[in-house]
């Protein structure tokens, strides 16, 4: 009988505990918030092809958990008479992201938007790196669609947060996201057009960058 009430105990123990919610660490909040004090996206250089001057704003979210890049003139296109050079677009952002004092950023999340119209056989692909100002660590991912595709596309770039690149703390370091497009014909008829835009046509077509805060 004792040997039951202890295993029956034994049993309970181990229900309620895989009942527990996890424990974290101090310095890993499972809903981490933003700071109170406002912060300041600052575009300190804009180079490339799918971003010719005056087409790219970028403004941070109201509640400071994010912000928006919002192009113009980002469209690659390939077939018919597109230029050679035209299949591959890219943009490279330099921004300054000012934190409040005491914390710092990653990025935790973005969701790319646009358009595209590929013919059958085209791929289209869209790519993007992040990297921080003096930082060996880059992160890189790229998403392809494969035509007959004519639609709205949307992408996106996440990772855990065990996994995140933070700015490091104390120190004004420049974000640099360089984003590209490509649109690849293959051996497919090169007589007609494909294209792959991610520009603003509405404010849905906007790249929002959602980002990860903790204090430092």
């Known amino acids: 009988m004792a040997g039951g009430l202890l295993a029956s105990g034994a049993l309970t123990a181990l229900f309620a505990m895989a009942l527990a919610p996890p424990s974290t660490s101090p310095d890993v909040p499972t809903t981490p918030q933003p700071p109170t004090d406002k912060i300041r996206v600052e575009v300190v250089t804009v180079n490339g092809s799918g971003c010719p001057e005056g087409t790219v704003a970028v403004a941070p979210a109201p509640d400071d958990s994010a912000f928006t890049v919002t192009y113009s003139h980002y469209l690659a296109s390939a077939g018919e008479q597109s230029d050679p050079v035209d299949f591959r677009k890219n943009c490279q952002l330099n921004l300054l992201v000012h934190a409040p004092e005491g914390y710092t950023y990653a990025i935790a999340s973005v969701d790319y938007r646009g358009y595209a119209s590929l013919q059958p056989g085209v791929n289209g692909v869209e790519k993007a790196s992040y990297y921080f100002q003096g ?54 008829d090169r007589s007609k057009t494909s294209f792959m835009a991610m520009d603003s046509t509405d404010a849905r077509a906007s790249s929002v960058y959602h980002l990860a805060w903790k204090q430092c």
């Open 135 to 188: 930082s060996p660590e880059t992160t890189s991912e790229s998403h392809r669609w494969r035509g007959p595709y004519a639609d709205n596309w949307q992408a996106t770039d996440s990772k855990p947060w065990e996994d995140l690149d933070w700015a490091p703390c104390g120190a004004k370091r420049n974000l640099n996201v360089n984003t590209e497009l490509r649109v690849l014909l293959g051996s497919t």
